[in-house]
């Protein structure tokens, strides 16, 4: 069969004449190419336009996952958990900026399990001065649990709040009836311990104002100022922020032995028979 000439560009086209593409003089240009998408559509024996060639758009950029870099020492809190002893210090709002820190800061030092909790109802409590502290967990959470020692911070109106504080009751009572080490500072020894019984016919101390220590005196013998702590069995007391260090060192001597106290002061440096 013959197929008719394509006619020339811009010609016209008889009536009845059959189509055919318009098939330009020369396939340099991509822009006379018919579409390659649809190959059934170009006329019998036209030339194949060429493949084009690769995209030059880039590839969108796909995000790097990186491996985290685990830290060349344990967490604080899994070295805390292998240590053999366990203590608790509680942080109420209002209490002395120096008392919580020193104490578990030393008592970990000494090789000793610490918990951090707190009797208001987060665990970011407000001490006396301003000084923000962030507790490990609410009282009401770990208060079940036993531990050789439960350490008070004082401050006012911080002792109040943990003379409220009824799961704290509970929990120095059971300490007091298992014979447990309990210790308080500043005035915790006259608002929140005597407040409980628990300094009734002992020797303690507490932050040298009148009025705290005639509450402490109404049930207890109350010791010179001369004496900065005080032991009488389980029970160690100390009057403010400035015997901190020296009561946190007490408690690791109570705790773990005058030998290994004194390698944490000596550490320290802290001067003196502490």
Request: aromatic letters at 2%.
């Amino acid at each position: 069969r013959r197929v008719p000439r394509a006619p020339a560009p811009g010609a016209r086209l008889r009536r009845g004449a059959p189509w055919q593409p318009l098939q330009p003089a020369s396939w340099s240009s991509p822009r006379c190419w018919p579409s390659a998408a649809a190959p059934s559509q170009r006329a019998c024996g036209a030339p194949t336009p060429p493949s084009p060639g690769p995209s030059r758009r880039r590839p969108p950029l796909q995000p790097t996952l990186r491996p985290r870099r685990r830290p060349s020492c344990p967490s604080p809190t899994a070295a805390r958990r292998s240590r053999p002893w366990a203590s608790s210090v509680r942080s109420a709002a209002a209490a002395p900026p120096p008392s919580p820190p020193n104490l578990a800061d030393t008592l970990v030092r000494g090789g000793i399990d610490v918990t951090v909790a707190s009797v208001m109802p987060s665990t970011t409590v407000t001490c006396s001065r301003g000084v923000r502290l962030v507790a490990d967990a609410l009282l009401a959470d770990v208060a079940s649990r036993d531990y050789d020692a439960v350490a008070l911070p004082g401050g006012m109106p911080g002792a109040e709040h943990l003379r409220d504080c009824e799961p704290l009751r509970d929990l120095l009572l059971r300490q007091q009836a298992r014979g447990g080490v309990i210790a308080a500072i500043c005035a915790a020894p006259a608002v929140v311990l005597h407040a409980h019984g628990i300094t009734a016919g002992r020797t303690a101390t507490c932050y040298p104002a009148e009025g705290f220590r005639k509450a402490l005196g109404e049930a207890a013998a109350v010791a010179p100022d001369e004496r900065r702590v005080v032991v009488d069995g389980s029970l160690v007391t100390s009057q403010g922020p400035g015997t901190a260090l020296e009561m946190a060192l007490k408690l690791v001597e109570v705790l773990r032995g005058p030998e290994v106290a004194a390698g944490v002061g000596g550490a320290m440096l802290v001067q003196g028979d502490k």
